[in-house]
């Protein structure tokens, strides 16, 4: 019984020492588009995927979109994100144009995210929008 409340007091530092290595891994790694949920299902990516990188100093976000090269800035506490005043460069690309803009929208409206393993997921409350996967960073 006292493992058990011993256990049961050390769960908030265990989870505040979690949520510090999930915001240490949303700022390490690149991380690549690899599914967007709609409410018709599972949209496939396309050979050119989608990427974004979070940036903790300069509290931005940026990547490619699939056709044309995003930033934006970003505000992230704790398991919320906020990814706000996106600007991209406004090349056409046929046959990707629909799931870009479709990308850069779900990101505008996100407003939390979570990390499993080596995936990060982007949620808006409680309504899965975006699934990536990471890839480490080197400096």
């Known amino acids: ?11 908030p530092l265990i989870s505040a ?3 510090k290595d999930s915001e240490k891994d949303l700022f390490a790694k690149k991380w690549w588009l690899i599914k967007i949920y709609t409410k018709e299902g599972t949209r496939a990516i396309g050979a050119r995927k989608p990427f ?17 090269s995003f930033g934006s800035t970003l505000a992230v506490e704790k398991d ?12 056409y690309c046929e046959g990707v144009q629909a799931m870009e803009d479709l990308f850069l929208n ?24 975006l699934e990536f996967e990471g890839e480490e960073m080197s400096n």
């Open 1 to 11: 019984m006292s493992a058990f409340i011993i256990a049961l007091a050390l769960l």
């Open 17 to 19: 020492d979690c949520a």
């Open 52 to 68: 974004i990188r979070f940036d903790k100093e300069k509290q931005s976000a940026g990547g490619n979109g699939g056709c044309n």
């Open 80 to 91: 919320s994100v906020s990814i706000t005043q996106i600007f991209s460069t406004k090349m």
């Open 106 to 129: 779900d990101l505008a409206i996100s407003t939390r995210y979570e990390i499993k393993g080596n995936n990060l997921f982007l949620y808006r409350g409680e309504e899965l929008l």
